[in-house]
């Protein structure tokens, strides 16, 4: 209109005029009633009943980069993939066709087949909807992690995560804002079952006031503290013990003392008195040191030592570093 009238009219005056003159005016006035019928039946449900359009009502594109979209195979202006969940749900109606002379059951039957369909796209478009309530798209392609923890009121545990995976197949039956509050609401509980707890154990132990708690915990953590300390010099000696009970049979002969603890072991072990595993050590070393320089020696072991002693004292002395290995 703004054009057909000209240049010296902008289209918000042309509409300001139309409006003021035809709408407002005596024409207006006496062509267009107070008040309007609406002749209109809704024959439609309420939004999510079963028959309501705001089931398959498509949702507005996600906010990806291209080559994003590309690895989900999504198609934004369309808003839909390449493989859908229930991908070959269209062949129910593909080969559909409406003739003249369709009897009553094939009518029925095709009307089945159609209802089939639109029961696999609520289906359909349900997932796509429960996806973007709980930015399952985002979460696939790592994107919201960090939004996650800035949005977090709290920090979670790791108890509290295993309890969100066990309750995930909420998800399709609650929507994201209903879900976070029923876990909200649980950690909630979970606290004041924990406070109330503390208090029963308050009143008896005979505290009636809040200002009396700070005193009685103080009081609380210094004998726990206690009590620890005093388990732990106790764990301490029993060790003590057990080791010097281990060397209880050689630990009064002679020559205990100048053994190490290894060899005060190995002495234990195969019940050796210190003075003879001294006297064995060293006629070992003292024919390692002939050999290594060339000195023809003949060993001279005592009696005592038979094959399974000698192999153990010389497997001993080589891990030790005493004698070389290809000696041994």
């Known amino acids: 209109m703004a054009a057909h009238v000209g240049a010296s009219r902008t289209p918000q005056e042309v509409m300001e005029h139309y409006v003021s003159m035809y709408i407002h005016g005596n024409l207006g006035k006496a062509c267009i009633p107070d008040t309007i019928p609406n002749r209109v039946t809704d024959h439609t449900c309420p939004s999510g009943g079963p028959l309501s359009p705001s089931l398959t009502t498509p ?107 066990k309750l995930r197949p909420l998800y399709q039956f609650m929507s994201c804002k209903e879900f ?49 300390n005093r388990n732990s010099a106790g764990a301490k000696r029993g060790r003590e013990d057990a080791k010097d009970g281990e060397f209880a049979a050689i630990e009064n002969l002679p020559g205990f003392e100048l053994l190490s603890d290894r060899e005060k072991a190995l002495c234990s072990s195969l019940n050796l008195s210190p003075a003879r595993y001294v006297t064995a050590k060293t006629i070992i070393i003292k024919d390692h040191l002939q050999k290594r320089q060339g000195i023809p020696s003949k060993s001279r072991l005592p009696s005592y030592l038979d094959k399974v002693l000698k192999k153990r004292i010389l497997n001993f002395l080589t891990e030790s570093g005493w004698i070389s290995r290809d000696a041994s």
Do not use: C, W
């Open 180 to 228: 976070d509050d029923l876990f909200e609401n649980m950690h909630k509980e979970k606290m004041l079952r924990a406070k109330i707890r503390e208090l029963q154990r308050y009143r008896r132990n005979g505290i009636t006031k809040m200002e009396e708690s700070a005193e009685y915990e103080a009081a609380r953590h210094k004998r726990e503290k206690r009590k620890e």
């Open 59 to 165: 949702l507005p594109p996600l906010d990806i980069s291209v080559a994003e979209q590309q690895q989900l195979g999504y198609m934004p202006l369309r808003d839909d993939y390449e493989i859908e969940y229930d991908q070959d749900a269209e062949t129910l109606i593909s080969g559909l066709s409406v003739n003249y002379d369709d009897d009553d059951v094939e009518i029925e039957l095709k009307r089945a087949h159609v209802d089939m369909y639109v029961r696999k796209l609520r289906e359909r478009q349900r997932r796509k909807n429960i996806a973007r309530d709980y930015n399952l798209v985002p979460a696939f392609l790592g994107k919201d992690k960090k939004e996650r923890e800035k949005a977090a009121k709290r920090k979670i545990t790791k108890e509290e995560r295993e309890l969100r995976l």
